[in-house]
């Protein structure tokens, strides 16, 4: 792959900054300075990473491990974080539009709603010359070519999406994993999961840690403690049968692993609510 080093392009299309954003580049990154926390975009931005390693989380829990091939989509209005491994040279090429036109695109079926896709090398190797190509014009460009380069950026993110069909099937399986996990109220194995997806439990096992950042059996804590602040919340109930519910074998159980994911008792969770 050719060394690159940071080249970027940020332009507006039009009078409105907003509506009309339109940027792209290479983002070189040497070290962990170059990470994003607890970050929201007002518009929609795509990240190809093309070389070393990091990592992908949100509010929702999403936890997602980052390697060349990884596209991040920074969705409008969702609060994540970038995390750039710091023993690497993150190098990126990313595109950001108007979060109007993402959802637009969206909702013709064309994009994603997935934070994280992946391409495979081939895929990578193929669309770098666009890339540089869309950079370079972009840098170039007066207002009018501009018009006809917005539409081209559309199109090289409707390339990497499309090219992406593989993964968005691996995380479809993922999520609907989730899915079952919350069913269940978070009282399943991973081996009764994958039983009801007709998957192999090792597999399974493997990808929903790729995928989370946390095995089975934590992401099902995860979906008690979830359930049980709801219950601390909405009910009355003592914590002796609330810990029935949740399917514990007693209030001191319940209590000591609810403690441990949230800092705090039931009885102090309930208080301070």
Not at 8 to 29: D, E, H, I, M, W
Not at 39 to 50: H, P, S
Not at 54 to 64: L, P, Q, T
Not at 132 to 161: N, P, V
Request: net charge positive.
């Amino acid at each position: 792959m050719p060394e690159y080093k940071t080249m970027v392009s940020y332009r507006t299309v039009g009078p409105n900054k907003t509506a009309g954003n339109l940027s792209c580049g290479f983002l070189y990154k040497p070290d962990d300075r170059g990470s994003n926390r607890d970050i929201t975009f007002e518009y929609y931005g795509g990240l190809l990473l093309l070389d070393r390693e990091g990592e992908y989380s949100d509010r929702s829990h999403v936890c997602v491990k980052l390697s060349r091939g990884s596209f991040v989509q920074r969705l409008p209005g969702v609060k994540h974080s970038t995390i750039v491994k710091p023993d690497g040279k993150w190098l990126e090429f990313f595109i950001c539009i108007s979060a109007e036109s993402y959802h637009n695109l969206l909702s013709m079926g064309v994009l994603s709603d997935k934070p994280v896709l992946n391409c495979e090398e081939a895929v990578v190797d193929e669309i770098l010359p666009a890339a540089q190509s869309l950079l370079s014009a972009m840098q170039r460009a007066d207002e009018h070519g501009l018009i006809r380069l917005y539409f081209e950026a559309q199109q090289l993110l409707c390339t990497i999406t499309s090219r992406s069909v593989h993964s968005r099937q691996e995380d479809d399986c993922i999520q609907l994993a989730c899915r079952l996990i919350e069913c269940h109220s978070g009282r399943v194995t991973g081996q009764e999961i994958a039983a009801q997806m007709n998957m192999g439990y090792e597999a399974l096992r493997k990808q929903f840690r790729a995928y989370t950042g946390i095995s089975i059996g934590q992401y099902a804590i995860r979906v008690r403690v979830n359930r049980a602040k709801a219950l601390l919340l909405h009910s009355d109930l003592p914590l002796e049968k609330l810990a029935v519910q949740l399917g514990y074998s007693d209030s001191f159980s319940f209590c000591k692993q609810f403690k441990q994911h949230t800092g705090v008792s039931p009885s102090e969770f309930r208080k301070m609510n």
